[in-house]
């Protein structure tokens, strides 16, 4: 007993230190220098929120460009990648079933961030090609010109790596809602 009260009670100064005190000090850091950013990046349209940048969306629709496939079908709380094996049956007939989707041929191949899931799952951004790869599904569906739909990607498009990245991607959700403004 003499040394079971004193553990007890170090154990409770240490989860009160490093656990609640740290989490408590890191959040509010992050609330006072990025607010935005701390609140997980939620994305509002007319007061109501449509999603996170940070977080990748299932859009189906042709009127709307797709996301990456989601190896945590596009759920947050299970953020993982998806452990297959190159040689996995059940990644070959995921990857058919979207070259497919796509209609993908040896004349037109998919860029292959549409059919390779990222390591978390649920990655917003695809490429400048994999958004371009679209753009005729889109503007079939939405009846607009192709080269204004070319112009909405390439000004959605950034290169968040700078010189150390400079391969543009796009934030699915936020090209998508550019498409709706359109419409507006």
Not at 20 to 40: D, E, H, I, K, M
Request: glycine share 8%; net charge negative; with cysteine.
């Amino acid at each position: 007993m003499t040394y079971l009260l004193p553990s007890i009670r170090l154990w409770l100064i240490t989860f009160a230190v490093c656990v609640v005190g740290y989490s408590a000090l890191v959040l509010g850091f992050a609330q006072a220098v990025t607010p935005y950013r701390a609140a997980g990046s939620i994305i509002t349209v007319d007061g109501q929120a449509v999603g996170s940048e940070l977080i990748a969306q299932n859009f189906t629709s042709d009127r709307y460009f797709w996301p990456r496939p989601s190896a945590a079908d596009y759920d947050a709380m299970g953020a993982m990648g998806s452990n297959l094996s190159p040689t996995s049956t059940k990644l070959a007939e995921r990857a058919a079933a979207t070259v497919s989707r796509y209609g993908a041929s040896a004349d037109r191949p998919l860029p292959a961030d549409l059919v390779a899931a990222s390591g978390g799952g649920l990655d917003p951004h695809i490429s400048l090609a994999g958004a371009f790869y679209q753009i005729d599904r889109v503007a079939n569906a939405r009846e607009i010109d192709s080269a204004t739909l070319h112009q909405i990607v390439r000004d959605a498009a950034q290169a968040p790596g700078g010189i150390f990245a400079p391969e543009p991607i796009v934030n699915v959700l936020q090209l998508n809602l550019a498409l709706d403004r359109l419409e507006r």
